[in-house]
């Protein structure tokens, strides 16, 4: 297959010296290394060497870092690459930490492709977890099932109906329940739908069972909350997760009280196997008690940061919920869901901007990012708030006259590129082939020298990053399709992929300057694959798989 991207060249060369004083504890040798330098240039390395602190001392040839680290050669523990890949830690600039750990201990049903597998898959589960008091899952999408309509809670009935089921769909958007699940959180046709949600409803009137948005909120006030030692478990199993494909950081998109807790509490017993830069959720209860002290730039050693808020503008395209200037065009009736008015995101964002907050805002439809585009040009200002970085967060249908807004307002696009080869399949049918040309689209917001950061929004997608650079560059999903790429002029090169991966997701967390690559005096956080991502053909960048994964200078996991 011919390759449609040049190969960036590289060069072997140190990137800095190390003080004199320095003693380097461990050595990197053989290593096939790829960074990116301070101008973003992609350069190569054999060797790197840093101390026990997981600082870096050196970085570059073999002799290099060996002259540079002679002081404390003799002591330091070396350990040899044997020629295989090394990269920075990789960076995913959107998750939920904890979300992905409900999903690895609840039922996934994001391999299912067709209402009836999925619902043998629901009570097969079921059956298996019958001391449960709730069935509970996530990852369901109508669309995969090629149904034309969302599922019922009738059917799920034919499933479950002993006990009250809640199913989560693939975007977190909208959930779907069974009548026990309905008729303890006194859901009714007569019930109405709450502001920003909607209860789905068929041409009688009825409750079908699934619930956009806001509505899910009346079943989740009727959810058992996860005990501290099921909230470990989930924490410690994606935790797992993302060092096996080579995340050192993420940032989470959403936390309380009690998330925060326990990631101090990881932090404090060194448990923690990836850098955390959190999001409060929201500017309310749990904003007021985690904000009393201000901002927490950095905590146990760099390893987690609270000085973020997540809000969101609308919902998501898959279910209609995204918010629109014009109607959908696979269903003229609907704009989709505002969460609030201009009064209260302005309010909100003004609360949080006040208290030296970076604001980060989920805005996926036209509307929802014009509105709160419209919110940060005023209230940045007004606030003072330039040096802050806020984000718009998804950034994934705008209309083009917004598009530059990004750069002179100074919003940071914080994308997902697997959300453009996932949503490939129902994105034109939503919005039609006008609007999508402002949707997943890269190509144009670098083109005006916006820096991106990209994420993947896991659970919604998977957590690997590989799957997420592959997107960027190929436009394709794993299967190849479509053969040229979908809409391919607003893909990624691979530089650039790769940056959004590092140095540009670091940078929309505030800490480019100790993350994102590996130079003097930034963290030792490196990952081993088993391929050269620079040499094999962009379409195998998926195939990509981790040896080792290493955060401040220790592994945190390897292989097996």
Avoid at 108 to 113: P, Q
Avoid at 340 to 368: C, R
Wanted: aromatic share 8%.
């Amino acid at each position: 297959m011919r390759l449609r991207h040049k190969q960036t060249r590289h060069t072997l060369i140190a990137l800095a010296l190390t003080a004199a004083t320095a003693h380097a504890t461990t050595v990197i040798d053989n290593a096939n290394g790829y960074t990116l330098d301070a101008k973003g240039d992609v350069v190569q390395f054999a060797s790197l060497a840093f101390d026990d602190a997981g600082r870096i001392l050196a970085v570059g040839s073999a002799g290099d870092v060996a002259a540079k680290t002679a002081t404390g050669a003799t002591r330091a523990k070396h350990v040899d690459m044997a020629g295989r890949t090394v990269l920075p830690g990789l960076i995913d600039a959107h998750g939920h930490v904890f979300g992905l750990g409900e999903m690895l201990t609840q039922l996934d049903l994001s391999a299912t492709t067709s209402l009836p597998q999925a619902l043998a898959a629901i009570g097969a589960y079921a059956r298996a977890n019958a001391d449960r008091a709730w069935v509970r899952g996530r990852g369901w999408n109508q669309e995969n099932w090629k149904l034309g309509r969302f599922p019922t809670a009738q059917e799920l009935d034919g499933a479950v109906a002993d006990r009250p089921v809640w199913l989560e769909r693939v975007d977190g958007h909208a959930g779907w329940a069974n009548g026990r699940a309905l008729a303890l959180a006194g859901i009714t046709d007569r019930t109405p739908d709450p502001a920003g949600g909607k209860i789905v409803r068929d041409a009688a009137g009825h409750a079908t069972g699934v619930l956009v948005d806001a509505a899910q909120g009346l079943i989740e006030k009727v959810l058992p909350q996860p005990t501290e030692q099921e909230a470990r478990t989930m924490l410690d199993r994606a935790l797992e997760k993302m060092a096996s494909v080579g995340l050192t950081s993420a940032h989470d998109a959403g936390i309380g009280v009690g998330q925060d807790r326990l990631y101090r509490d990881y932090a404090d017993h060194g448990k923690l196997t990836a850098r955390i830069y959190a999001m409060i959720g929201g500017t309310g209860a749990d904003f007021d008690q985690l904000s009393n002290n201000g901002p927490l730039n950095t905590y146990g050693h760099d390893m987690y940061a609270l000085r973020a808020v997540k809000l969101y503008a609308d919902g998501a395209l898959g279910s209609r919920g995204a918010a629109l200037l014009a109607p959908y065009t696979d269903d003229p009736h609907s704009h989709g869901l505002l969460f609030h008015s201009n009064g209260e995101i302005d309010a909100m964002i003004a609360k949080a901007m006040k208290k030296g907050y970076q604001v980060n805002v989920h805005a996926i439809g036209d509307a929802g990012n014009r509105q709160i585009l419209d919110t940060f040009a005023k209230e940045i200002p007004a606030n003072h708030g330039e040096a802050l970085r806020h984000r718009i967060e998804h950034a994934q249908v705008v209309t083009p006259a917004d598009i530059p807004r990004f750069k002179s307002i100074g919003i940071i696009p914080s994308m997902q590129p697997m959300h453009a080869t996932s949503d490939k399949n129902m994105a034109e049918q939503r919005i039609g082939p006008e609007r999508i040309k402002g949707a997943y689209a890269w190509r144009t917001f670098l083109q005006q020298g916006s820096r991106i950061a990209c994420g993947s929004d896991f659970p919604v997608e998977a957590p690997n990053p590989f799957f997420g650079i592959h997107a960027a560059v190929t436009r394709q999903d794993a299967a190849g399709n479509p053969i040229a790429g979908w809409y391919p002029e607003q893909e990624m090169s691979l530089k650039e992929a790769f940056r959004c991966f590092t140095l540009d997701a670091a940078y929309a967390g505030h800490q480019e300057k100790t993350l994102g690559s590996l130079e003097i005096g930034k963290y030792a956080d490196f990952i081993v694959v088993d391929r050269d991502m620079f040499k094999i053909s962009p379409y195998d960048i998926h195939k990509i798989g981790v040896l080792q994964t290493w955060v401040g200078g220790r592994q945190v996991w390897q292989k097996k």
